[in-house]
């Protein structure tokens, strides 16, 4: 279990970089605070956060009760990302994408 128990935002995927996640709960995520990327302040992904040319692969995970403040309260996706037999559900986002928003691929 990844646990941020409302302090910040799990997992960020930066440019470049690469995830593989298998078999984890994760949750308590907040992403009240905002991440700079291509001059723009984003508020999104409470859970995950996967840049713009960051990849990511959650397989047989499940997340849930993450927050933010803008958008993707589970997931924000800008960069790639491929969900197996994963469950994303009871996230909450104020503007868009309560569970997963998705900008890139």
């Known amino acids: ?40 302040l984003k508020y999104g992904g409470g859970a995950v956060y996967v840049a713009s040319g960051g990849e990511a692969r959650l397989i047989d995970s499940n997340v849930y009760q993450n927050e933010a403040s803008y958008l993707g309260g589970g997931l924000f996706i800008d960069g790639k990302a491929t969900l197996i037999r994963t469950d994303v559900y009871d996230n909450a986002a104020t503007l868009y994408g309560g569970g997963l928003y998705i900008r890139g691929t």
């Not at 646990?3 to 593989?20: L, N, P, Q, T, Y």
């Open 1 to 40: 279990v990844l646990d941020a128990k409302g302090a910040r935002r799990v997992i960020f995927v930066s440019s470049g970089g690469r995830a593989e996640l298998i078999g984890l709960n994760i949750t308590g995520g907040n992403a009240k605070t905002g991440y700079k990327d291509r001059k723009e």
